[in-house]
């Protein structure tokens, strides 16, 4: 199937590539998160998964570390765990709005 000339007008009236461009930059946004380390948003979610996991573990050993059982030592990790995820949710939501008006355009246009 081919894309019809109506379509195509459409997509010249509502497209706005700008869109689109913000979403690569959403995605690299997200990348940064997940792979890399960057200086303007450091990412911490793994080493802080990986903490919080330490932690529970000491706590069920048979002599659990005290260092271990302090409630801001969970509720830090868990913030920052919390806004690392936050903000790969909010970018992935930018890709997703800007994905769906366009499948919105050929999918309602479609026969």
Avoid: W
């Avoid at 007008?9 to 690569?24: D, G, M, P, R, T």
């Avoid at 996991?53 to 969970?74: C, G």
């Amino acid at each position: 199937m081919t894309v019809s000339s109506g379509i195509i007008n459409k997509l010249k009236e509502n497209y706005e590539s700008l869109e689109i461009l913000e979403a690569i930059n959403a995605f690299y946004q997200i990348k940064g998160l997940v792979i890399e380390e960057t200086q303007k948003h450091p990412c911490q979610l793994q080493d802080s998964l990986l903490q919080l996991h330490h932690h529970l573990l000491a706590m069920i050993q048979p002599n659990p570390q005290k260092e271990s059982l302090k409630v801001e030592n969970f509720k830090k990790l868990i913030n920052f765990i919390e806004e690392d995820i936050h903000r790969i949710i909010n970018n992935a939501d930018l890709i997703l709005a800007s994905t769906h008006k366009i499948k919105r355009l050929f999918f309602f246009n479609f026969p």
